[in-house]
């Protein structure tokens, strides 16, 4: 189980970086469907044993992050007809690099944090690389819709980070925490729904009417 | 029960005006809202009198800070609904269960935010009441409210999301330390066991995440546009109650790290980000000439004027708590007054109005007191809270903080006043007409301003009681 934990936290790191360096949208959705699948294997194979708790968090996590999420956003891209990200504030070459910085930087961090139990050590550092990596792609990004796949990578990293927890932090919690991503991105669907029909764009640097 | 049924009132009842078709249509149950508010104000209004146990395992639980806060949060929302029925007689919402279903939302999460001891469960709530208002905020459906929504989601999301990781990072730093995971008086118990380089980690990540969602600068550039674009009673209930469960949120996480002997520590970040907040708020007040962004900037100064206190300890403390009580009832007041003179004229700009005691005599004599009271001048209670908070800069021997901040106070009173003044007084532009103010528009804010100006004058032996609990709770003391 501890080689298959840490095969699936390195594919998890891929599908950032696969997010990272996608032009079209439908493949970053696609990206992140993969990366929620991933996140739902996590509580099965970091639990000592298999229980009630972890298979429930599993499901809980494919259902929200690996189905409903990834339909309801390829949904939103087929309403609002767009097929790429172009001209992202910061180049897709000069943004891979900057995740692989990323990546690097975590690494470091990690290595220096004080753990108080490691049962994966790949765990954290992986979490704060996605943490990261989630971030550069909603600063970055124009398009309102990739923000939101941005804003939900970000979440992922904090969910792994929370994994480290799982025994501590009560199901009720989680299942809190779940609902909360799943609504707010709802919400956010529904605003990037109404961004296209109002400004004919997802464009969200045309949002500007607004200012001091 | 009576703390469960706090929350669960609310969150039924929004649950049925969203999901059953009788609340389709443009209709709101405005009737239903107003009996769940009174009924909420009833049921806090009992944990007062009889103070009740923790309930679901030390999960839920009225403290004396968290319980200031729900009180101040319900009575807002009482006012608000009984605003908004004068409001209703005006403007239609496109969807009424939207409307209702979101306030009645945003009260279960602020209940739930307020009584949470359990931090991970305050977290769920804070992002509960996130989203609840987003709604709320998009009511006009114009491409301005759009870009307002869309700002505060981003924003805000990215605050939340942070404060997750920092409430983890709290776990982290409780590792197996004796106590209950997260409960609060367990961390406070134990917390020169825990773990100081976690802590400290938490620390930072849950102030810059709940400091988002109160606006402290830098993180405050959601707050204008938002109160800006959305209606003024959401705005009155984001700047007075929203904004105090975020200060609640910061306030937990401190009483923890000062109970952890942290306090040099966290106390200059705190003071750090209350004056940075109240130099942008003076900076951007200045040649303001939207009446809600001027106050949403005020709003940033407010926020600023609440960590410091915090940050300053002692009778800060106090004075801290004290504010958010007063700016949390101000705040109502006078967007509430700010939303009739939209209502009347389309707008709370310079260039939309002028001599507005003319046509709109009460509202804008209630706005002129209101810039008053915002700007913490006697007779209001923000003037002894804000006297208090200076009283706590000189004490600590710190008279340059007490210098800043009396600048700045300075500086923010000539920006508000100018704009505020400039609309009010005056000749009314040739042809306009006197609007009747209807009583339900004016009633909730003639009430919010009595017991702003109560409270300066005196403030009642039980406040005083758990107001001095609440500070000693953060390491502070009554004066």
């Given at each position: 189980m501890h080689s298959a934990a840490q095969l699936v936290l390195l594919l998890v790191v891929l599908s950032d970086l696969a997010v990272l360096g996608t032009t079209r949208l439908s493949s970053c959705?696609?990206?992140?469907?993969?990366?929620?699948?991933?996140?739902?294997?996590?509580?099965?194979?970091?639990?000592?044993?298999?229980?009630?708790?972890?298979?429930?968090?599993?499901?809980?996590?494919?259902?929200?992050?690996?189905i409903v999420l990834p339909w309801f956003l390829a949904w939103a891209i087929r309403e609002a007809a767009v097929?790429?990200?172009?001209?992202?504030?910061?180049?897709?070459?000069?943004?891979?690099?900057?995740?692989?910085?990323?990546?690097?930087?975590?690494?470091?961090?990690?290595s220096r944090l004080?753990?108080?139990?490691?049962?994966?050590?790949?765990?954290?550092p992986v979490s704060l690389a996605t943490l990261m990596i989630g971030f550069i792609v909603l600063t970055t990004r124009r398009k309102a819709l990739t923000q939101v796949v941005g804003y939900l990578i970000l979440e992922n990293g904090i969910y792994l980070f929370g994994l480290t927890h799982t025994e501590r932090v009560p199901f009720l919690i989680e299942l809190g925490v779940l609902l909360d991503v799943f609504v707010g991105v709802f919400i956010m669907g529904i605003v990037v729904f109404h961004i296209n029909r109002e400004f004919d764009s997802l464009d969200s640097t045309r949002l500007t009417e607004l200012t001091d | 029960m009576r703390l469960l049924a706090v929350c669960a009132l609310p969150l039924f009842t929004a649950l049925a005006v969203l999901g059953f078709p009788m609340f389709r249509g443009r209709r709101v149950p405005v009737t239903l809202v107003a009996v769940v508010a009174t009924t909420h104000l009833v049921l806090v209004s009992s944990l007062w009198l009889a103070p009740p146990r923790p309930t679901l395992g030390g999960w839920l639980a009225a403290d004396p800070l968290g319980l200031t806060v729900l009180t101040l949060t319900s009575v807002l929302f009482l006012?608000?609904?009984?605003?908004?029925?004068?409001?209703?007689?005006?403007?239609?919402?496109?969807?009424?269960?939207v409307f209702a279903g979101g306030l009645l939302a945003f009260l279960a999460a602020a209940s739930l935010v307020a009584l949470a001891h359990h931090l991970a469960m305050l977290w769920v709530g804070m992002e509960a009441t996130t989203l609840s208002v987003a709604p709320l905020v998009f009511l006009r459906r114009d491409r301005r409210s759009l870009e307002a929504t869309w700002k505060y989601l981003v924003v805000s999301s990215v605050g939340i999301a942070l404060a997750l990781l920092g409430t983890f990072f709290l776990a982290s730093a409780q590792g197996d330390v004796a106590g209950r995971p997260l409960i609060l008086p367990d961390l406070v118990e134990h917390a020169r066991e825990l773990h100081p380089a976690w802590l400290r980690a938490a620390f930072l990540f849950l102030l810059v995440g709940f400091g988002t969602k109160m606006g402290l600068a830098p993180m405050h550039t959601w707050k204008p546009?938002?109160?800006?674009?959305?209606?003024?009673?959401?705005?009155?209930?984001?700047?007075?109650?929203?904004?105090?469960?975020?200060?609640?949120?910061?306030?937990?996480?401190?009483?923890?790290?000062?109970?952890?002997?942290?306090?040099?520590?966290?106390?200059?970040?705190?003071?750090?980000f209350g004056l940075l907040s109240l130099a942008v708020a003076a900076v951007f007040i200045i040649g303001q000439s939207d009446v809600k962004r001027l106050l949403a900037y005020s709003s940033v100064e407010h926020m600023g004027l609440l960590v410091l206190g915090l940050g300053l300890g002692g009778v800060g403390a106090y004075g801290s708590v004290l504010h958010l009580v007063n700016n949390g009832l101000a705040k109502g007041w006078v967007f509430l007054v700010t939303g009739n003179v939209v209502l009347a004229t389309g707008s709370a700009t310079a260039a939309g109005n002028r001599g507005l005691v003319r046509t709109l005599p009460v509202s804008a004599a209630l706005l002129v007191l209101g810039l008053f009271a915002v700007t913490g001048s006697p007779p209001f209670g923000l003037f002894m809270s804000e006297f208090t908070i200076l009283r706590a800069a000189i004490d600590g021997g710190h008279p340059w903080i007490a210098a800043v901040m009396l600048l700045m106070l300075a500086i923010i009173f000539v920006g508000m006043a100018v704009l505020v003044l400039g609309i009010a007084l005056g000749e009314p532009d040739p042809g306009t007409i006197p609007v009747r103010e209807s009583p339900w528009l004016v009633a909730g804010p003639i009430a919010l301003a009595a017991i702003v100006l109560m409270l300066g004058v005196y403030i009642p032996g039980p406040l005083h009681d758990i107001l001095a609990r609440a500070a000693a709770a953060l390491g502070g003391t009554a004066p």
């Open positions: 959705i696609r990206g992140l469907a993969a990366q929620g699948l991933l996140l739902g294997l996590l509580p099965l194979l970091l639990a000592p044993q298999l229980s009630v708790h972890a298979v429930s968090l599993a499901l809980g996590t494919v259902v929200v992050k690996a097929r790429r990200e172009i001209e992202p504030l910061v180049g897709f070459i000069a943004s891979q690099l900057l995740g692989a910085l990323a990546v690097a930087l975590a690494f470091a961090i990690a004080p753990l108080p139990t490691v049962r994966q050590p790949l765990l954290v | 006012v608000t609904v009984i605003y908004a029925v004068g409001y209703l007689q005006r403007e239609k919402p496109r969807s009424g269960r546009d938002t109160y800006g674009e959305a209606p003024s009673l959401v705005s009155g209930l984001m700047a007075g109650a929203l904004t105090s469960c975020a200060f609640l949120g910061v306030a937990r996480v401190t009483e923890v790290v000062t109970a952890a002997g942290l306090g040099s520590f966290a106390q200059p970040v705190l003071i750090g």
